[in-house]
């Protein structure tokens, strides 16, 4: 079965032939109406989600897939005590595959144990968000080319953001070096990847990507005590030749004055996700174009 819990499940060459399917959608989102006539995609959300969902969702319709889900874990059974691995075996006999956000780390690992359907990480609590990454990587390569050695930046909450999980060991798999610009006692689990500290300033001027986060406050219970900022000004300052990444929502982490800038990459990469996700469901069913 071809779950996706994290990033660890797919191979360095199963992460290539999705970027490379990808990139045949994102050239033609029309050219594959039906590619998935007959699947049923389900996408279960017990969290917000807006870009996740979404995405998931046109990138089905664009295959000529179906959609069944949910946007509200409160109005399933969850709300009577159902457990999640009874919640996925159910759905696994209406859908063929399931697309699941959950508050709790490891949900989506408990739910491919039941489901008999192949399950894909739509964000676990502060663990993994594996499809963000895969858009992620999409939009690095798409921009600057191959991975390889390029020096990328995470910025912000780094301890409960869980794109940053993800991404990380694929980026360094993948040969890129990495950097941490952590907000103040949110720094990059070691458990992960021990990556290097450096300031914001010294990061904007020497790296490719600045990756910057929103801090996770609906999952700490302490008050932050910074919010990291790029603004034009710190671009402008470090002569930085770096493109800006985020996976939003943003709060105040990117300065809207950045919006109109080349090397702000952030819609373009939300926008990334419809043909990436499309890779993803192919790759989930097993259905080659
Ligand atoms: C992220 C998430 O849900 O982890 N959002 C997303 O999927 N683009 C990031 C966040 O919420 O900060």
Do not use: C, W
Not at 94 to 99: C, E, I, Q, R
Not at 209 to 221: A, D, F, H, I
């Amino acid at each position: 079965m071809t779950h996706l819990r994290a990033i660890a499940d797919l191979s360095d060459d199963d992460i290539r032939s999705i970027l490379d399917l990808a990139a045949t959608f994102h050239a033609d989102p029309l050219a594959q109406p039906d590619l998935l006539r007959g699947h049923i995609v389900a996408t279960a959300f017990f969290e917000p989600s807006t870009r996740t969902r979404l995405s998931f969702e046109a990138a089905a319709l664009r295959l000529g897939a179906g959609v069944i889900g949910f946007s509200d874990g409160k109005n399933t059974s969850a709300a009577k005590g159902e457990t999640l691995e009874d919640s996925a075996k159910v759905l696994g006999g209406y859908a063929d595959v399931l697309v699941l956000r959950h508050p709790e780390t490891g949900a989506a690992t408990r739910a491919a144990t039941t489901a008999g359907i192949p399950v894909i990480n739509a964000g676990d609590g502060a663990g993994e968000h594996p499809t963000q990454t895969l858009l992620d990587l999409f939009t690095i390569r798409q921009t600057l080319g191959a991975l390889n050695d390029r020096k990328v930046a995470v910025i912000g909450d780094l301890k409960y953001g869980r794109t940053v999980h993800s991404l990380v060991p694929a980026l360094q798999r993948l040969g890129a070096q990495v950097v941490q610009v952590p907000a103040a006692g949110l720094e990059f689990p070691d458990s992960v990847a021990k990556l290097p500290i450096v300031a914001l300033e010294e990061a904007a001027a020497s790296v490719d990507v600045l990756y910057v986060t929103r801090v996770q406050k609906e999952r700490m219970n302490e008050t932050p005590q910074e919010v990291l900022r790029i603004d034009r000004n710190l671009l402008e300052r470090t002569k930085s030749r770096a493109i800006v990444m985020h996976p939003l929502p943003r709060v105040d982490e990117v300065d809207v004055d950045l919006d109109g800038l080349p090397a702000a990459k952030y819609f373009e990469q939300a926008h990334n996700g419809v043909p990436v996700r499309m890779a993803v469901l192919a790759h989930a069913l097993g259905v080659t174009p």
